[in-house]
């Protein structure tokens, strides 16, 4: 099975800053990759499929982009509403696995 | 509006069984493919199965293959999972999802989840 492996785990950052978090497939996955948001006690969002395809309603502060076997969901520019759990998740074939999340936090 | 609302969570002691229902509204039901999703305190996401629309492709995670049974009702408009022989290792809040694809899928649309705790 294609393991999911997201960096950093953990990300502390100021509002307004671009953050970055990757995510690497350990085989090529073409673009079927996407990434979910959960904030605390909250049921997971999806943000972007299609590696960078937004879902509608998503801030146009989040993109995602790669290809293949590297990933990445960037935060132009960090606001407060942002703290969350991230992951980004593989879906070319079943079994459908997640990253282990990145958990963002405001310095 | 698409709503997905999950039941059927408790305790239950390690070996015993539970299962769980999804009631789906706001969209065509038999349109879609459904998972399962489940999330333990405190961890990761993992997704646990997923059935295609007439039922007739069902495909799980490793760990709970020959223990859990994914299942629906289109006239019902309703997603279930059957668990069997639960461990520990099961006890995770269960969410229901709408797959937007196929057996490979991403989901657009989540209920609330459901808590599933095994324990003595």
């Known amino acids: 099975d294609i393991q999911m492996t997201q960096s950093p785990s953990s990300l502390s950052a100021s509002v307004g800053d671009r953050v970055t978090i990757t995510c690497r497939a350990s085989q090529g996955i073409s673009n079927y990759l996407a990434w979910y948001q959960q904030k605390p006690g909250k049921v997971p969002k999806l943000l972007i499929y299609a590696a960078s395809t937004l879902q509608s309603g998503v801030p146009s502060r989040f993109s995602g982009s790669g290809s293949g076997t590297d990933f990445t969901l960037t935060i132009s520019s960090l606001q407060p509403e942002d703290v969350a759990t991230y992951y980004c998740?593989?879906?070319?074939?079943?079994?459908?696995?997640f990253g282990q999340g990145t958990k963002l936090e405001i310095k | 509006e698409v709503q997905l609302v999950e039941s059927g969570g408790g305790l239950v002691q390690p070996g015993g069984s539970l299962r769980l229902s999804c009631a789906a509204s706001g969209f065509t039901f038999s349109s879609y493919w459904m998972s399962w999703v489940r999330q333990a305190p405190g961890k990761g996401l993992e997704w646990v199965a997923n059935?295609?629309?007439?039922?007739?492709?069902?495909y799980y995670v490793d760990s709970v293959k020959g223990r859990f049974t994914i299942s629906r009702d289109n006239a019902k408009n309703s997603l279930y999972l059957q668990m069997n022989s639960l461990r520990a290792e099961d006890t995770a809040v269960y969410y229901c999802?709408?797959?937007?694809w196929g057996s490979g899928s991403y989901w657009d649309y989540w209920g609330q989840g459901t808590l599933v705790t095994v324990s003595s």
């Open positions: 999802a709408r797959d937007v």
């Open positions: 059935i295609k629309q007439d039922g007739s492709e069902k």
């Open positions: 998740q593989k879906y070319n074939s079943a079994p459908c696995s």
